[in-house]
């Protein structure tokens, strides 16, 4: 089968996008937590490749070079500035490298830039810096050939019109995600369906939100913002309990934890008594897609298996479908004849 482009797939139904490459290279042992700077691609590549390889198999029709947070400024606080550009060039080439081993339809492989963390509304200075970082990245994802870029995790709107402005002046796609913190509209002031509408009529292919939130308190805004624009929508929670109190990851209460973490808060290290399990994500999935979201996937946090929950409650089938759960052989909860009827009437006490 010939390799539809990001609108085509769009326009014929549901594409799953999977993230949250940090965490998970992170938990792997691959990636250090505090500074998060991607340099897996350089100094680990069969890890990367296998992360972006599993992900793939979940049902990701997208395979997101990881970049994230490998910008100029990243680089240049860990001392590595000399490696800005090696690392982001590799991560998107063994993307692409893995794409192409799809066995039905060759993935799309996405570039990704995100929030610089240096933007400053009131300095126009940071502005032009933010703009000539993501220009630089911008030009190696064209130079290597993405289909795509996903500019996501923006928190103030002005931030993602930036990046929505080199994107297009690259000539490429955009998907274009925001992401919001506690105090539930864009730092600068717009609401995210404001922000989604004005990013659309720009030229966005794709607007909606990633991060910070889990599906409780991301899916409110996603209905919000489906009610304001009329092109793609996005959206790629993280999978943990966010609630109406603690909407965002930052600062999510864990009550039964029993001893003293190094940090203020859960996040980002002890997150992980949060979770919302795969079928509670799997129900999440069917109301977004109800509600118009066609870029579907997860971020911060996301495994495999809860990638192939989101690909299979929207109707589609993952490479590793096979390999969902299905108990009719399992000694406890088992339909099989052959299993033994003492273990059998042992289920629920256990
Ligand atoms: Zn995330």
Not at 81 to 96: F, G, V
Not at 317 to 339: C, V, W
Request: hydrophobic share 40%; charged share 25%.
């Amino acid at each position: 089968m010939a390799k539809r482009s990001l609108a085509e797939r769009l326009n014929d139904g549901t594409v799953i996008v999977a993230e949250g490459y940090l965490f998970e290279l992170e938990r792997r042992g691959y990636l250090q937590a505090g500074s998060f700077v991607p340099e897996v691609s350089l100094e680990n590549p069969e890890v990367l490749k296998s992360v972006y390889r599993d992900f793939m198999y979940a049902g990701s029709d997208v395979v997101l070079a990881f970049t994230y947070n490998a910008h100029r400024e990243k680089m240049r606080i860990i001392g590595k500035e000399d490696q800005l550009e090696p690392l982001n060039r590799q991560a998107i080439r063994l993307a692409k490298e893995v794409a192409a081993e799809h066995p039905n339809e060759e993935a799309l492989v996405a570039g990704n830039i995100s929030n610089t963390n240096i933007f400053d509304p009131e300095d126009p200075q940071s502005k032009e810096d933010v703009r000539m970082m993501f220009r630089e990245m911008i030009g190696w994802c064209k130079e290597e050939g993405v289909d795509f870029i996903a500019g996501e995790t923006f928190y103030y709107h002005e931030e993602a019109m930036i990046a929505l402005e080199e994107i297009l002046a690259a000539d490429l796609p955009a998907a274009i995600m925001l992401a919001m913190m506690g105090e539930n509209q864009m730092r600068d002031g717009y609401s995210v369906e404001e922000s989604c509408k004005i990013l659309e009529d720009a030229g966005a292919l794709v607007v909606g939100m990633n991060c910070f939130r889990g599906p409780a308190t991301m899916q409110p805004y996603i209905e919000k913002i489906a009610k304001t624009v009329k092109g793609h929508l996005g959206a790629l929670p993280v999978p943990y309990r966010t609630t109406e109190e603690h909407p965002t990851f930052f600062n999510l209460p864990d009550e039964g934890c029993t001893c003293c973490i190094p940090t203020e808060t859960t996040f980002p290290t002890s997150l992980d008594p949060l979770y919302v399990n795969r079928y509670e994500i799997a129900e999440w999935a069917k109301e977004a897609k109800a509600a118009g979201v066609n870029y579907i996937g997860l971020c911060c946090g996301a495994s495999p298996a809860m990638i192939r929950s989101v690909t299979e409650a929207v109707g589609l089938e993952a490479i590793n479908s096979r390999y969902s759960p299905d108990m009719q052989k399992h000694f406890l909860f088992g339909s099989d004849d052959t299993l033994k009827q003492h273990n059998q009437a042992y289920r629920g006490k256990a």
